[in-house]
């Protein structure tokens, strides 16, 4: 059964950059996708992007195409998201969750602030 | 994009009641959809894929149906821990463009 542990919390200034990591335990880490999914306070889910190892680059949702990038180290089992420019409306809770279309194990959720 | 559209945004039901959930996608997705379950302060979890396989774990009480654009889910006879917001999500597009609906919350009466 696969475990999806995200960092913690964090505190961002507008402009900066936040990155956002995932680590999974549990399966064959190499032959599974991680994507990752934002929820705004009291908002819906927003699909960000993923990487699908048998295409063995990102793909990423065309809203956030230029601001994020999400790496993968398979000697770790972790999967980084990296999003840049931050403004207010990024404060959101970023879950990685595995699956590349569909998501089946998720991660706890890491709050992301946004703030002046 | 493929715009996911739920109602109703709020249900109440009883326990021991049905409960019905419908999502509507603005073109054909065929029958590559999911429905999540997201109870507050949680992740979500995966409750149905091909707009009808449950996923694993999951209680017979709940089913997925419909194909093209029209779907629901069922549950049929409610529980109170089924409690929470319900999302569908499409995953037909190539490139991926995956969409979620807004939500249904629903509520014990």
């Given at each position: 059964q696969v475990q999806l542990?995200?960092?913690g919390a964090e505190v961002k200034k507008f402009g900066?950059?936040?990155k956002v990591s995932c680590k999974a335990s549990g399966g064959a880490f190499s032959s599974?996708?991680?994507s990752w999914v934002r929820q705004a306070p009291g908002q819906g889910l927003e699909w960000m992007g993923g990487f699908i190892p048998i295409f063995g680059t990102p793909i990423y949702a065309q809203k956030f195409q230029g601001r994020v990038t999400i790496t993968t180290d398979e000697s770790t089992n972790t999967t980084n998201m990296k999003l840049s420019s931050l403004r207010s409306e990024d404060t959101a809770v970023y879950y990685c969750a595995r699956g590349g279309d569909l998501f089946d194990s998720w991660g706890q959720g890491t709050l992301v602030t946004v703030s002046s | 994009e493929i715009m996911m559209t739920q109602s109703p945004a709020i249900l109440s039901v009883s326990p021991g009641e049905r409960a019905t959930l419908s999502c509507r996608a603005s073109q054909s997705i065929s029958s590559n959809l999911a429905w999540y379950q997201q109870k507050p302060g949680q992740a979500p979890r995966l409750l149905i894929y091909g707009a009808s396989t449950r996923a694993t774990n999951i209680p017979a009480r709940f089913s997925g149906s419909g194909s093209g654009t029209e779907f629901t889910l069922t549950i049929s006879s409610l529980q109170s821990e089924?409690?929470?917001?319900y999302y569908c999500q499409q995953y037909t597009n190539w490139p991926p463009r995956y969409t979620f609906g807004q939500g249904t919350k629903l509520e014990i009466k």
């Open positions: 542990v995200q960092s900066s950059s936040v599974y996708a991680i | 089924d409690f929470g917001v």
